[in-house]
């Protein structure tokens, strides 16, 4: 069983920074492709950033490209997104997720991020 958790949403202004946190667990968690999501309001879920344990895989959106970045420490079973520059459309839930096929693929609760202009 694998579970993720995330923290580190919060208010920021626009051009501003926040780090997401995403505490992984299990005892095969560092088997998985992990992965950052978000929704913004009257929107579909949309993938933000991906990585494997060993920085390898890497992927971001077009959105993202240039401002955040997604970083693993394996030793601390953490996932982290350091958002740069943040802007008013990136106001969103963020939602960690591991992935390992679709029977096993995990959601944390999601941390909300809202970035006023």
């Known amino acids: 069983q694998v579970t993720v958790v995330e923290s580190g949403g919060g208010p920021v202004q626009s051009g501003g920074s926040l780090r997401l946190a995403c505490a992984a667990s299990?005892?095969?968690?560092?088997?998985?492709?992990m992965g950052w999501f978000r929704e913004a309001p009257g929107k579909e879920l949309e993938p933000v950033a991906r990585?494997?344990?060993?920085?390898?895989?890497?992927y971001y959106s077009d959105s993202a490209k240039g401002r955040f970045t997604i970083a693993t420490d394996s030793a601390k079973r953490m996932v982290y997104l350091d958002m740069n520059d943040l802007k008013p459309e990136d106001t969103a839930i963020y939602y960690c997720?591991?992935?390992?096929?679709?029977?096993?693929?995990?959601w944390g609760q999601g941390t909300q991020v809202t970035v006023s202009s």
């Open positions: 997720n591991a992935f390992y096929g679709p029977q096993n693929n995990y």
């Open positions: 299990g005892p095969t968690v560092t088997s998985y492709l």
């Open positions: 990585v494997r344990w060993d920085s390898t895989d890497l």
